[in-house]
């Protein structure tokens, strides 16, 4: 078990007077069900496991009522061995979506209050996915608003990373000092975390290729997971999208590569296919969006607060949730440039999309920033209370767009802005140039 930032969470959770039950969401293989697993097997003496997508047979249980002492009832007479007693027993609903009833069964398990009840979902909030019988069953369950939690998972996060790679609290409190000092970072820690970088954009955080890479360093063997991983996400599509998108949805999905090697990496849906237009795909970006695969970043009006409220509805980048999915993705070869420090290829999409991963596993909404006139900002994002623009450039980037904005402050309402990059962290005006590595550490809101 690698050290995961869902285990704080959960435990927050159980502390809690009268918590819930709790409902854990993230795309598949993030690593929930093993977490979950983990944590109840450290906290319960008795747990009581029912994956349904692996034993569909599990949801006779929830039929044809949803007391909670005719559940177990049925569970015990189904399964002699499992020991349930109450206050001792953590119930865990796996792959929940598959469940409907199981899922709507959390309000009595609530008001009961005998029994914990954790649920994990990787497929919930997708829709049009169900069959004609299961979202009549869906709908007769429903969801039981107010009588649970609803927590966010995400595949490793690079801070993961660098706890997996041995990285201790007192390297990463050096690179705080750094970063608030505006001081370099020691030579030896710097190149160490460089590589580390330059690993986890090949790697990613998908926990299976994470254990294939440190169990054997191979990236043969790694990519061989990361394109399973790949390729059973596009099984998904087939099997659970309605008839009528599945090969929308795969279309939209298998385009991105192409998307973000265009100059100006704003979503096109006529590089789906010729001639594509929103109107036959946009609700196929949002099943894959919704799954947990992409996220989205949405070009904003001005360069102000409220972000969101900025946001234009119509004008989105998409990028991969995993920055090591991405990579497997791309061409033969790239993984062996990135080990050289190369990541310039494919017209920054590289850098964008480890930027996009870092920001949105810290549960950051994406912003980017363009105007016809040339005015281009990879991110905007809400830093110290202030809109901040955040350009991903290599050593040679000028950063053009982000000098402008800086030098016109009546027009932008810019007072400062991060440049991330290949170097070591400077301070010019009120202009602070970070390392790649670091933008984790920029979670200040």
């Not at 285990?7 to 093993?34: D, F, I, Y």
């Not at 309605?242 to 590089?271: G, H, M, N, W």
Request: hydrophobic share 35%.
């Amino acid at each position: 078990m690698y050290k995961r930032k869902i285990e704080s969470e959960l435990q927050a959770w159980l502390k809690t007077p009268s918590h819930k039950p709790l409902v854990v969401k993230g795309v598949r293989q993030c690593g929930k069900t093993n977490s979950v697993v983990d944590f109840a097997g450290k906290h319960f003496k008795h747990v009581v496991y029912l994956d349904f997508r692996e034993r569909p047979d599990y949801k006779k249980f929830f039929t044809p009522n949803l007391e909670v002492d005719a559940i177990v009832m049925r569970i015990t007479a189904a399964m002699p061995n499992v020991k349930i007693v109450p206050g001792k027993t953590c119930f865990i609903f796996d792959e929940v979506q598959d469940c409907p009833r199981a899922r709507g069964a959390l309000k009595y398990f609530y008001l009961d209050g005998r029994y914990e009840v954790i649920c994990t979902g990787s497929l919930l909030g997708v829709n049009g996915y169900k069959t004609k019988d299961e979202r009549a069953e869906e709908e007769e369950a429903s969801i039981p608003v107010g009588f649970e939690e609803i927590i966010n998972m995400y595949p490793m996060d690079f801070e993961e990373w660098l706890w997996a790679n041995g990285i201790k609290k007192t390297h990463i409190e050096h690179l705080k000092k750094c970063m608030r000092e505006a001081t370099p970072v020691d030579d030896a820690l710097h190149d160490r975390f460089r590589e580390l970088l330059h690993l986890y954009v090949i790697v990613g955080g998908m926990p299976e290729v994470v254990t294939t890479f440190m169990e054997t360093k191979q990236i043969g063997r790694v990519l061989n997971v990361q394109r399973r991983i790949v390729d059973e996400y596009k099984s998904d599509m087939v099997k659970y999208a309605l008839t009528a998108d599945k090969s929308k949805i795969r279309e939209c999905f298998e385009s991105i590569p192409a998307q973000l090697s265009r100059e100006y990496k704003k979503f096109s849906y006529s590089v789906v296919r010729s001639g594509g237009r929103g109107r036959e795909y946009s609700g196929s970006i949002q099943w894959i969006e919704d799954a947990g695969i992409v996220r989205r970043c949405y070009n904003i009006q001005t360069t102000e607060l409220p972000l969101d409220g900025n946001r234009i509805q119509s004008e989105f980048k998409v990028y991969m949730a995993d920055i090591g999915l991405l990579v497997s993705m791309l061409e033969e070869g790239t993984q062996s440039n990135i080990l050289q420090g190369d990541m310039l290829s494919y017209k920054g999409a590289i850098f964008e999309n480890l930027v996009a991963d870092i920001f949105g596993k810290m549960g950051r909404k994406l912003y980017y920033y363009h105007k016809d006139s040339g005015i281009e900002l990879d991110f905007v994002i809400r830093y110290k209370g202030r809109c901040t623009p955040v350009e991903c450039k290599a050593r040679s980037g000028n950063a053009k767009s982000l000098r402008t904005v800086l030098n016109h402050p009546e027009k932008y309402k810019v007072k400062s802005a991060i440049k991330l990059g290949d170097y070591n962290i400077g301070f010019e005006g009120n202009l602070l140039t970070l390392p790649m590595y670091m933008a984790f550490l920029l979670s200040e809101r």
